[in-house]
């Protein structure tokens, strides 16, 4: 997949979501307010007197069960949205030889269960300390074989936590900065030197990585 394909993907993705919730909040006024959103503004506009209180991140239109089960399928739902175009990213620009199947997979589903594990931690320092025992009981030997894949790693945990907390345009906001970074990165090769070790896939046909052939010797 050429830079230019995957940029026209990304684009024409984000705005058909971005087109289908205006036209959804158009015809349904009242219908913002049961959406996992508006996360960002309670962030900055919440004073940083106790970093330990409790942040009241829902809306207060979401009052009764089928309220709060509608909130968290949507809070779940943008996380997947806003993952699954990363994974695009992710294949196109790792090399072959470097490319971990199990990385994509988890990149998709791991910002839906951080999104649940927020939900249940947001308003109890008791669950977190015991989400943090449960985690430090479990030992994970999954080593990633580039820094560049922590960056997706950490991508899909930051759009995770922006949709637990009801921020899903934030959760959308870092997907596309990671998307369209790495995909310009990838069009430009920048930083590409001789004798370097390559993390994105060759654009241009020509490897500078790659070490020198050989001369062949005429018989």
């Known amino acids: 997949m050429r830079a230019s394909k995957l940029i026209g993907m990304l684009t024409v993705y984000y705005l058909v979501i971005g087109v289908l919730v ?23 506009n919440q004073p940083a007197t106790n970093p330990l209180e409790a942040r009241d991140s829902i809306q ?6 089928g309220d709060s089960l509608f909130w968290l399928v949507v809070a779940i739902i943008g996380a997947f949205l806003a993952a699954l175009p990363v994974t695009w990213v992710y294949m196109a620009v790792r090399s072959g030889a470097e490319y971990d199947q199990s990385l994509v997979n988890t990149i998709l589903v791991l910002p839906m269960v951080v999104t649940g594990i927020v939900i ?15 985690a430090g009981a479990v030992r994970f030997r999954n080593s990633l074989k580039s820094s560049g894949d922590a960056l997706f790693i950490l991508c899909a945990v930051a759009i995770g936590l922006s949709s637990g907390i009801g921020a899903v345009e ?6 596309i900065a990671l998307n369209y970074t790495f995909a310009l990165l990838w069009l430009t090769e920048y930083g590409e030197r001789k004798g370097m ?18 001369d062949k010797k005429k018989g």
């Open 22 to 44: 205006l036209a959804m909040i158009r015809l349904w006024p009242d219908f913002q307010g049961y959406l996992p959103v508006g996360g960002v503004e309670s962030l900055i």
């Open 60 to 65: 207060a239109n979401v009052g009764t069960l």
């Open 120 to 134: 249940i931690v947001q308003n109890s320092l008791a669950l977190a300390f015991a989400l943090a025992g449960i």
């Open 170 to 175: 934030l959760a959308g906001v870092v997907s």
């Open 197 to 214: 070790k390559r993390y994105l896939a060759d654009y241009d046909g020509v490897d500078e990585s790659a070490p020198p052939e050989p």
